[in-house]
């Protein structure tokens, strides 16, 4: 077997120091602080990432701060619109009102003369309209037309 052989034992250990010795150099040399430049860059752009996500976290939160700070003043100017059209409209309601129990008043007032001014005109005619009714009930039980002037003396004599 040739790897048994001792006399090849020395060029073996030749190439091999010779190999493991390229490799070290080269390793050591340039993939070595390659990896360190490429792992130092990660880790730069990491950390600029790391900030802009706090900075943007921070900006967050006080955009968040200003949105509910805007939001209840907006709530207090609706409620404030609010109350102030509930005011107005109250005072609107009022003064309708005020105003409709006046024509009410009027229209009341009115209708009452005009009740009053009928029941008189009534009262006064009432005689005319006894007689009247007295004549049409005679013409329809004796089918004859009735003596107005003898009704009229018969209204007089029972008043």
Same mark, same amino acid.
């Given at each position: ?7 090849? /034992? ?16 080269? $390793? ?9 430049? $490429?792992?130092?860059? #990660? ?5 600029? /990432? ?16 200003? /949105? ?5 003043? $907006?709530?207090?100017?609706? &409620?404030?619109? @609010?109350? &102030?059209?509930?005011?107005?409209? %109250? ?5 309708? #009102?005020?105003? $409709? !129990? ?7 007032? +009115?209708?009452? !003369?005009?009740? %009053? ?8 005619? @009432?005689? !005319? ?8 009930? +005679? ?15 018969? /209204? @007089?004599?029972? @008043?």
């Amino acid at each position: 077997m040739p790897q048994f052989d001792i006399s090849t /034992y020395s060029s073996q250990i030749f190439w091999l120091a010779i190999i493991f010795s390229c490799l070290y150099l080269v $390793i050591s040399k340039i993939i070595a602080p390659t990896s360190e430049k $490429i792992l130092a860059n #990660r880790q730069q752009i990491l950390d600029e /990432y790391a900030n802009s996500a706090l900075t943007d976290a921070e900006n967050v939160k006080r955009i968040q701060k200003n /949105y509910d700070n805007s939001f209840k003043q $907006i709530l207090l100017a609706t &409620e404030n619109i @609010k109350q &102030e059209t509930l005011s107005a409209i %109250d005072q609107l309601m009022i003064a309708q #009102r005020a105003t $409709i !129990d006046q024509d009410l008043a009027k229209q009341t007032a +009115l209708a009452k !003369d005009e009740m %009053d001014q009928i029941i008189a005109s009534f009262e006064s005619t @009432k005689h !005319d309209a006894i007689i009247e009714l007295a004549g049409s009930i +005679l013409q329809k039980i004796t089918q004859q037309p009735p003596n107005s002037q003898l009704l009229q003396e018969c /209204y @007089k004599k029972i @008043k």
